[in-house]
């Protein structure tokens, strides 16, 4: 039950290829860290598995407790029990998060969630979350500071309560204090739910909170290396390099880089030159 | 109270009251605005009606109008506001039948007020074109106007704000928003804005667009279906229409007129 299978899968946005082969298997309430550098493929498997209209699957296959995901819209596949935390929430003007919440969990229920249930339930999250008493008035993100909407990526997932969440870089632009507050909620909800987690982070204090078993490394649209929690620990504290070297790889994101420099000489050279 | 004639002489008493128009007919309304008013006015059917209202020296009217026709109405309709008077006008546009409106609002008196809002929601043909005309000193005259265009719909609105010389210390300002969720976007604004006197404020501000497919994508995976999707955003769009109305009834009738449309249109 609630295993998430990936095989051979190819992502391409806009033609261009993003992942070139990745397999994954994720177990119920298994939790697993994908890293890597920028620019290499995390965030768009996370979007990939999610529906992303804008990421085109050309090869493989995404399996949800044996249902076809890639077979199924954007809503079918948050209502079996999938949940993506977004690097970039949205905001959506005219829409409160009220209403917003009500909708979302109604559309996952036989019967209407009672009023006073759901207010309750509003009143104890946005406390988890130790959010302004007000959010749930307001417009869906609109007006929100960055770590505001990231917290409110998880009153969202506390609410709906998804079977495999998928956390793509969440605690960034978190403070301190608000990477413990997330932290914890996420650990409360995943205790309570035994739901499974892929998180994507750069950060070693959240990883530290999320615990995960697995850790994956992507590079250049490409599982490198797979290995236990140390994995993750090594990688923030000594970094890639090791493993470039190790497997005789260069990212993605350096190649660009190199690529970004020589014109910068150019117009440097153009410079001078006049 | 349900209107069969052809002419009718309405002065509406102070406080609410309620009209049907119900005809095969033509029907012509003459109002008089005399005391502080609440009237909410009902079109099932008809074929042109038109409303001539004179409000008097500070006098208040709030109308709202609300068009539930099945079949096309011409609507053409005048409105003079007196000395130190008030008149709220709001259209609820959100049924089958094709509208074209015509409504050109006067503030003849110093001092008066007029605000015109329309909250549209089609699958069909609605044409607008309103004019708030200031023509006296220290007069304000305010449009606020928001439409959601679903497939087969099409919406043009002329709104247009004038302010004629010697009418000093006025204001006009307009809103106009149109939401589309048709990939034909048959949405058409012109904000007009024709002032003939200095010592006036006035601005226009015009907003059309599709659904954002970055919002959409977002609202979807929270479990959301794309009908779900247009009816949040609708809702949030055309609900701001209801805050411009002061009388609570009114507002109640507005706002759960709108939900239940809503509802109904964007669940096809």
């Not at chain 1, 493929?41 to 995901?69: C, F, R, W």
């Not at chain 1, 929430?89 to 759901?118: C, H, K, W």
């Not at chain 1, 982070?201 to 995960?212: A, V």
Request: one cysteine or more; hydrophobic letters at 40%.
């Amino acid at each position: 039950m609630n295993t998430l299978k990936i095989e051979n899968l190819h992502v391409s946005v806009e033609d261009k290829e993003i992942l070139s082969g990745v397999d994954l298997t994720v177990n119920a309430g298994e939790i697993h860290a994908v890293m890597g550098p920028n620019g290499n493929g995390k965030s768009t498997l996370l979007a990939a598995i999610m529906g992303h209209p804008k990421y085109t699957v050309t090869e493989g296959s995404i399996y949800y407790n044996d249902q076809d995901v890639l077979a199924m819209s954007v809503d079918q596949r948050s209502r079996a029990g999938l949940f993506l935390a977004m690097q970039y929430p949205q905001e959506i003007p005219g829409v409160t998060n009220s209403d917003f919440l009500r909708a979302a969990m109604n559309a996952r229920r036989e019967t209407p969630v009672s009023l006073f249930t759901f207010i309750k339930a509003m009143e104890k999250t946005i406390n988890d979350l130790e959010m302004k008493e007000d959010l749930a008035h307001r417009f869906l993100n609109e007006g929100f500071s960055g770590g505001e909407k990231k917290r409110n990526e998880i009153v969202q997932m506390e609410m709906l309560k998804p079977s495999l969440s998928m956390l793509d870089e969440v605690d960034s632009g978190l403070d301190v204090d608000a990477i413990r507050i997330v932290g914890n909620a996420i650990k409360k909800l995943r205790e309570e739910t035994n739901m499974s987690i892929i998180v994507v982070s750069h950060y070693e204090r959240f990883l530290d909170l999320i615990e995960p078993q697995f850790t994956h490394v992507l590079v250049n649209g490409k599982i490198v290396m797979e290995g236990d929690a140390s994995l993750a620990r090594k990688i923030d504290t000594e970094g890639y390099d090791w493993i470039y070297k190790e497997l005789d790889i260069v990212p993605a994101a350096q190649e660009e880089k190199k690529r970004a420099s020589v014109s910068l000489g150019a117009c440097a050279v153009n410079r001078a030159v006049k | 109270m349900v209107i069969t004639e052809k002419v009718i002489t309405l002065i509406p008493e102070a406080g609410y009251s309620s009209y049907d128009i119900d005809t095969e007919e033509s029907v012509s309304l003459q109002l008089t605005g005399r005391y502080d008013s609440d009237l909410f006015l009902r079109i099932r059917k008809a074929a042109d009606v038109t409303i001539h209202a004179a409000l008097e020296e500070s006098a208040k009217l709030t109308l709202l109008v609300w068009n539930e026709a099945g079949s096309e109405v011409h609507f053409d309709e005048i409105y003079e506001v007196n000395r130190n008077a008030s008149l709220h006008v709001s259209y609820g546009e959100v049924f089958q039948g094709k509208t074209v409106r015509c409504t050109k609002v006067t503030l003849l008196g110093e001092g008066a007020f007029a605000d015109v809002s329309s909250a549209v929601l089609t699958q069909t043909d609605k044409q607008f074109e309103i004019t708030v005309t200031s023509d006296a000193p220290n007069t304000t005259g305010l449009m606020h106007n928001y439409s959601v265009v679903l497939a087969g719909g099409k919406y043009d609105m002329d709104a247009v704000g004038v302010i004629t010389k010697g009418s000093h210390g006025s204001q006009s300002h307009q809103t106009s928003r149109s939401l589309c969720f048709d990939a034909e976007m048959n949405s058409r604004i012109i904000p007009k804005l024709i002032i003939d006197d200095n010592d006036v404020q006035a601005s226009h501000a015009a907003s059309l667009g599709r659904v954002d497919e970055e919002q959409l994508y977002y609202m979807q995976s929270r479990g959301l279906s794309e009908q779900q999707c247009t009816a949040l955003l609708s809702t949030g769009y055309l609900m701001p229409i209801v805050d411009t109305i002061e009388n609570e009834e009114l507002k109640g009738i507005l706002r759960a007129e709108l939900e239940e449309k809503i509802a109904e249109l964007c669940s096809i």
